[in-house]
């Protein structure tokens, strides 16, 4: 099945750094370097953080980065704190499968 | 800022209908390609339509073609849903959102409505 596989959880004391990884295809993450990442903590709206593989929007703590190597995009979170336990979301343009235009989730969990 | 403020969820029963309502404020919405985003209870997002800046192109997921109508009013810079048919499976928070083409992002987001498909 195409689309955008996520681990369903990872977890890191405060200040570790714990990275996410988002593995697609060579049509769509490894093709483009249009990949996204998503944060929603529990009862809100998602919150784009990485664009184009490795931009920050203005206001996203540099504390979180993103990088690629084939087909796979990750999100690193670095000097964990409290606050970024959250689901994360990817997302990569050119996924075949529309259902897929998100990975999965990964909820972060700050031990 | 830019504010987009979703409403018109609520609680149907299956088969019935239901028109969401998306307002934006901040941006320019009439340059702006516009989407719908669900997330079932639990579950993850899923990407439900797009409607490109003059509403002349839209998509949909294969799951609501036929069934789900996206539209836009740039003159009062709003976005709807109109949902027809609805299963229990639509039940989800449904956000707009605006989407950066050049980019391929969704950029900002409404707060979410609640739709519940239920007997």
């Known amino acids: 099945q195409s689309g955008l596989t996520q681990p369903p959880s990872a977890s890191g004391s405060p200040g570790q750094s714990v990275t996410i990884s988002c593995t697609g295809t060579?049509?769509?993450?490894?093709?483009?370097?249009?990949v996204s990442w998503y944060q929603q903590h529990p009862g809100k709206a998602p919150k784009l953080i990485i664009y184009e593989v490795t931009k920050r929007p203005s206001g996203v703590p540099d504390r979180f980065s993103g990088s690629k190597s084939g087909n796979t995009a990750s999100l690193t979170v670095s000097g964990l704190q409290a606050e970024d336990e959250a689901d994360y979301y990817c997302s990569s343009y050119g996924v075949s499968n529309t259902l897929r235009v998100f990975g999965g989730g990964t909820k972060l969990t700050v031990l | 800022e830019v504010r987009l403020l979703d409403s018109g969820g609520g609680l149907v029963q299956p088969g019935g209908s239901l028109r969401l309502s998306c307002v934006a404020s901040g941006l320019s919405f009439s340059s702006a390609w516009m989407s719908w985003v669900r997330q079932a209870p639990g579950k993850g997002l899923e990407w439900v339509a797009t409607i490109n800046r003059d509403g002349g192109d839209k998509y949909y997921v294969d799951s609501v073609k036929g069934r789900f109508t996206i539209s836009r009013d740039n003159a009062k810079s709003s976005l709807y849903l109109q949902m027809n048919s609805l299963r229990a499976e639509d039940t989800a928070v449904y956000y707009c959102a605006r989407r950066d083409v050049s980019s391929q992002i969704f950029d900002y987001w409404g707060q979410g409505t609640l739709v519940t498909v239920s007997s």
């Open positions: 060579s049509s769509d993450v490894g093709a483009y370097n249009f």
